[in-house]
Every structure is written in C-alpha cells, then in structure tokens.
C-alpha cells in the first residue's frame, strides 16, 4: 500500500499529507466544496512518515489524476527541496502548505495560512457591528508564539500595513531572532512582559498551544487591552478558548481559529478543481460536524 491507494478511477485529486494526518479536517472542507459545486473529485488524507517524504515527492507528477495536495505538520520545510518553484510569500515564511502539480509535473509550492489568517480577520470585521471602521494597521498588533504559524501571521499583519507588530515568547531568543529576521517593525518581549505588551493595541493574535485541548491554560491578563482590540485564537479545539471567551466577556470582538483553517483552504482548491469556492456558515457546520 502507498499513500496514493485511493482508488482505481482517474478523477481530479487531491489531499493532505502529514504524519499523523488522522485529525485533519481538510477531507471535510474540501469535500463540503466538492458536493456544493457538483465537481467530480477526490481529496484524501495521505498519511506519509517522514523517511518516505522524498518517494512520495518524487511520485506526486506521475499518479494519474493528482492535482497536488497540502502539506501539514511534520513535512511544510522539509518539501521545501523537491519543489521546481515557491512563491515569495512561501519563501518568507520559511514553509509550504499548498502544493500544486504543473502542466508540464513540476511542483509548485505556496504558503495560504498568511492570507487564511487575513480573510479570516476581514471577515469578521465585515460581520461584526461592533467593529465598524476597524482597520488592522491602525495600532500596535501583539502576537504570542513564535512558531510556524508565527511566522505566517507576522507576514500577513506586515503586508497589511501593520507598523508596530510586538511578538512575545516564552523563549525570548526565537521572538528576538524573528524580530531581527522580519525588520524594525516588530519588537521582540519577553513572557513577562505579555500583560504590559497589551497597552494601547488593536490586536491580540495567540499562534501557541497555550489554552488547546490538553494543553497548560493561557495565563495573560487582559486588563491592559482596550476593549476595541480584536482577538484572535488560532486554535479551533476547543472552538471557544478561555482567551476567546474572557475577551468576549468584557466587550472584546473575537475570532476563533477555525476561519483562518477554512480560508487558507480556498487557493488550493481553486487550483486544482477550478473554482473559487466561499466560506459559509454552512461550511463551518459541515467541518465541525
């Protein structure tokens, strides 16, 4: 059996390849997409351990029907070195989790968690009364972590204009290595300086396992946070984080992490099924059913 074993018909394909792979959601969202456009198509779970990572690769042009197919933990750097090329948004987060098979079997990798984070925020500020005229570039952004994730929203807060981006970690050294790789705009904090980091800003961003399902809760205060500063969780498990429902309790308009997973989705499945497709409430029904 190869992770490719997925049926004997040639139809568009495409799926997730990580290890594990078992709790992605990504079958569901794609194939929400695929029901509601009535296209013919396929999107798997591809599980695939890290020493058959260059096999799989390597296959990937050659499996009939394959359109490409996203990439997830542990593999987003290490398919870095099999792809012909990466888009400029990819290469500066240092990580691909879309990758698209070319006309000719080259491989194409980007990275759409930058914008899925983005959409994400824009769309709830569309939604929400309460965040009328908000505009994410208007005050200081605070992000916790320094991670993969990190990284792309650090991307997506600069792109957007943001001028003032403070990132605090629970190890000082990887925040101060980002600061000094990502530019003047972000000063780095240490973690106990996450309450104080809060004064004056129009976003609190938490990217770290902090507050997640079997995780240690996310210890930070929020007295300092104005109360027309967005908050956004990236984790979706729970859906309503301590952070997420403390920041609601006192006013706070808040975002949880399932939209920026449903919008990241959106390039890909462009790509390889040819439409466009939208994010719904009866999208987020489906994936969380």
């Known amino acids: 059996m190869t992770a490719f074993d997925t049926g004997d018909d040639i139809i568009p394909r495409a799926g997730v390849i990580g290890w594990p792979v078992d709790h992605s959601r990504s079958p569901k969202l794609h194939g929400f997409w695929l029901q509601q456009h009535g296209l013919t198509g396929r999107y798997d779970r591809l599980p695939v351990p890290p020493e058959n990572l260059a096999a799989f690769m390597a296959a990937l042009p050659r499996e009939p029907g394959f359109r490409g197919v996203n990439v997830t933990i542990p593999h987003k750097v290490a398919v870095l070195p099999y792809l012909a090329q990466i888009d400029p948004v990819a290469r500066r987060i240092g990580a691909v989790n879309t990758i698209v098979v070319q006309p000719d079997g080259s491989l194409f990798g980007s990275n759409t968690d930058a914008f899925g984070f983005f959409e994400s925020l824009r769309a709830a500020a569309g939604e929400n009364e309460n965040m009328a005229g908000w505009q994410v570039a208007a005050a200081p952004a605070?992000?916790?972590?320094?991670?993969?994730?990190?990284?792309?929203?650090?991307?997506?807060?600069?792109?957007?204009?943001?001028?003032?981006l403070r990132l605090v970690n629970r190890s000082f050294d990887k925040a101060e290595s980002l600061a000094a790789e990502f530019g003047p705009a972000i000063t780095a904090l240490d973690w106990e300086e996450r309450a104080a980091a809060l004064g004056g800003a129009g976003l609190l961003v938490n990217t770290t396992s902090l507050g997640m399902t079997g995780q240690p809760a996310l210890d930070l205060p929020l007295d300092d946070l104005p109360r027309a500063a967005l908050v956004s969780d990236i984790v979706y498990t729970p859906l309503e984080t301590d952070l997420l429902a403390r920041a609601r309790a006192r006013g706070n308009p808040a975002v949880d992490g399932l939209g920026m997973l449903l919008h990241q989705g959106r390039p890909g499945f462009q790509a390889w099924f040819g439409v466009a497709p939208a994010v719904t409430p009866q999208l987020r029904a489906a994936v969380l059913a």
Request: net charge negative; glycine share 18%; hydrophobic share 65%.
């Open 142 to 164: 605070v992000v916790l972590g320094a991670g993969g994730a990190a990284r792309a929203i650090i991307v997506a807060l600069l792109d957007a204009g943001v001028s003032e």
